[in-house]
């Protein structure tokens, strides 16, 4: 009997460490993600964040958590981050891929596409605000380039054709 008691309690130590593990895993994926997370509640205060979004803004986790999401954000973004938030605790939507610009510590700007999805309590009421940001800077910046590449290709062809007009009126005359 004493030989099960002793198996019984190194399988259920086996299976607590195999929990722990998990946790590791799990919280390993959550805090070195390439995006950035954290999750906000009702009043729009950060209550967790994950050590991506620390770095990349230039701030250690501790003064992220507590702070008010709007900080994170230029002046010109405050309004169109609090109709996201009022849109997510009181209507219940989800966001996906809105673009924002977000604010480093050194005050540098960085484009990211925002996906936010609820955390509701027991009651059935929203609580949390769990938000995913990627950073996108990159890719606006090759939008950019292509974007003006494409206005010089049209320039060129235009003045192509004026070209080729005007050498079909000397032509002529």
Request: net charge neutral; aromatic share 8%.
């Amino acid at each position: 009997a004493f030989g099960n008691q002793i198996s019984v309690a190194l399988q259920n130590a086996s299976l607590f460490e195999q929990v722990r593990q998990s946790e590791r895993l799990y919280a390993d994926l959550y805090e070195y993600s390439p995006d950035m997370y954290h999750s906000v509640d009702k009043n729009g205060i950060v209550v967790s964040c994950n050590l991506t979004e620390s770095q990349i803004l230039g701030m250690r986790k501790a003064d992220i958590i507590s702070y008010p999401l709007l900080k994170l954000y230029p002046l010109s973004q405050h309004e169109h981050v609090r109709n996201n938030l009022r849109k997510i605790f009181e209507y219940g939507s989800e966001l996906k891929g809105i673009e924002e610009q977000i604010q480093r510590r050194d005050g540098t700007l960085i484009d990211v596409s925002v996906s936010a999805s609820i955390v509701y309590d027991n009651q059935g009421k929203p609580i949390l605000a769990r938000m995913v940001m990627r950073d996108i800077t990159e890719k606006k910046k090759m939008e950019a380039k292509i974007f003006q590449a494409q206005k010089i290709d049209s320039i060129g062809s235009l003045a192509g054709g004026v070209a080729h007009d005007f050498n079909n009126i000397l032509t002529s005359v």
